[in-house]
């Protein structure tokens, strides 16, 4: 479903540049993966790359494939300037979870879930109070996001990711105001919800010993330094390989899981 090779981007200028190399990263429909490495070794960098919001310096495979199986030649895009595809891509394909939530402070908690989905013109059907019942959240609807705990806003934001049913879930260290429990569970729900509905998820994390936990697989970004440059390298393929995942497994998986689940009492 998306594909990189030999793809960079400089942060900065002169002796202190710093450029990212993501040498090759496939991920496949319903894969999930940790991006994992040290602090300011490029991990937001990448994220940013993979959410359409950063062009690349270079990219000589950048391809995504959308949910009609065409195949988006996204570094061709890239250099022609096609601004308004990338947008258009980036609106209806891929998810967000930021590090805060980010939820808007005028909506309560079914309108902000909601917004993706009026944004792109999808009509109602029912999934967003499906989602609300998948993340414990549906007693909170009608609260604004300032009467919500910290692990409340990041469950909305979890939906709202989700709610368009993008192809791709971004989620910038999604756990990281949270205290242990609450982190597991939240990346629980996420990586199960993500599971059964076939959505491609990475997760940027500094929470190593979460990571293993939870049993993901890891992109590490390692150093890349030479004597005159500063920088950081990505090579990853999942273990199954680009879109392995069969019809409907993803489906099984989660409905095996007993974290997805509306009757879970909410615990912030």
């Known amino acids: ?32 993966v940790a991006v994992t490495g040290a602090s300011g070794s490029g991990k937001s960098t990448f994220l940013d790359l993979l959410g359409l919001v950063l062009r ?4 000589d495979v950048f391809e995504f494939r959308g949910r009609d199986a065409t195949c988006c030649d996204l570094a061709d895009w890239w250099r022609r300037g ?17 590090q805060t939530g980010g939820l808007l402070p005028f909506l309560n908690v079914a309108q902000n879930i ?11 059907d029912g999934f967003a109070a499906e989602l609300m019942g998948w993340l414990a959240i549906e007693r909170l609807a009608a609260k604004m996001p300032q009467q919500l705990s910290v692990g409340e806003r990041q469950r909305v934001a979890i939906a709202r990711a989700f709610a368009h049913r993008p192809r791709l879930v971004l989620a910038d260290e999604p756990t990281a ?10 990346c629980q729900r996420m990586v199960e919800l993500a599971a059964s ?11 190593w010993g979460l990571v293993r936990t939870l049993g993901l697989p890891e992109a590490v970004v390692e150093p890349n330094e ?16 680009p879109d392995t995942l069969p019809v409907g497994a993803g489906a099984a998986k989660a409905s095996a899981s007993p974290a997805v689940s509306g009757s879970e009492s909410p615990t912030g």
């Open 1 to 32: 479903m998306l594909h990189l090779a030999r793809v960079e981007r400089q942060r900065g200028s002169g002796p202190g540049a710093f450029t990212l190399r993501v040498e090759h990263f496939s991920l496949g429909a319903g894969d999930c």
């Open 56 to 59: 690349p310096d270079r990219a």
């Open 82 to 98: 096609a601004d308004g595809e990338l947008s258009a891509l980036r609106a209806s394909e891929i998810g967000y979870v930021l």
């Open 114 to 124: 909601r917004v993706s989905r009026q944004l792109l013109g999808l009509a109602e």
């Open 177 to 186: 105001a949270l205290d242990p429990p609450q982190a597991l569970r939240v």
């Open 197 to 207: 509905l076939g959505i491609a998820l990475v997760i940027v994390s500094h929470d």
């Open 226 to 241: 030479t004597p005159e440059h500063s920088g950081s390298c990505i090579d990853y393929v999942p273990p199954t390989g």
